[in-house]
């Protein structure tokens, strides 16, 4: 069926380096995706999300780039902190319905200092 | 704002039990509520999407009388696991919808941890 993956189950940067996260998708109806981050025994925090109609997006520190030509998405953090550490999904959604998400296999973050 | 708040945030209990666990949406109205369940190292699964008002619709392999959802209020989502079992024991997640200027954003709960003897 269709399913969201991700690339690489484990990443371990430097502290300070930039990190690349990223995501496959497989449903080219999905017009919406978002970013979460999860910490050990806690629910998914929110980091940021991108529509179909964009290519790229900012936040603070996080950059979203989706490119539906190869049904991809990366979430890029700069200058990646300890704080950072944690498991990182990504979720899929087709809009217009009730915002329902299908969720990727996630990768885990690892910062060393 | 956008706070999501789940009850209890972890639990033990006995097989056969039933448990219950409550979703609240505490600075937003939300007409739609997600339950997710999660296990160790592994991606979120979407179990249900309860809406208040009407019946929740429950995803595949989801059995709707052993997982009872009540979406009493625009605030508040409860998750029933009936006649509990161990291999019912996972981390049981909700979400709520929160509508802003024609946009549907998702926020999670902390998550809740069943644990079944």
């Known amino acids: 069926g269709e399913s969201v993956g991700l690339h690489l189950p484990t990443l371990s940067v430097q502290e300070g380096d930039n990190s690349i996260i990223n995501c496959a998708y497989s449903?080219?109806?999905?017009?919406?995706f978002i970013w979460y981050k999860q910490e050990s025994g806690k629910g998914p925090q929110f980091i940021i999300d991108?529509?179909?109609?964009?290519d790229k997006r900012q936040g603070q520190r996080v950059t979203v780039l989706l490119n539906k030509t190869v049904k991809h998405l990366s979430l890029q953090i700069a200058a990646t902190q300890p704080g950072d550490s944690a498991v990182y999904f990504c979720?899929?959604?087709?809009?217009?319905?009730?915002?329902?998400?299908?969720f990727g296999a996630g990768t885990r973050l690892a910062v060393h200092p | 704002g956008a706070v999501v708040s789940q009850h209890p945030s972890r639990v033990i209990c006995k097989s056969g039990t039933s448990v219950k666990i409550e979703c609240r949406s505490l600075?937003?109205?939300?007409?739609?509520m997600f339950w997710y369940r999660q296990f160790p190292k592994k991606s979120l699964m979407l179990m249900a999407t309860?809406?208040?008002?009407?019946?929740?619709?429950?995803e595949q392999g989801v059995e709707k009388d052993k997982f009872l959802i009540n979406h009493a209020s625009l605030t508040l989502s409860t998750l029933t696991v009936t006649s509990a079992h161990p291999e019912d024991s996972s981390f049981y997640i909700c979400?709520?919808?929160?509508?802003?200027?024609?946009?549907?954003?998702?926020?999670f709960g902390p998550g809740t941890r069943l644990l079944v003897l």
């Open positions: 979400s709520a919808n929160l509508a802003s200027g024609g946009v549907e954003t998702q926020y």
């Open positions: 449903n080219s109806a999905s017009d919406y």
């Open positions: 991108i529509r179909s109609n964009m």
């Open positions: 979720a899929e959604a087709v809009s217009g319905g009730y915002n329902k998400l299908i």
């Open positions: 600075d937003f109205q939300a007409t739609t």
């Open positions: 309860s809406n208040e008002g009407s019946k929740a619709t429950y």
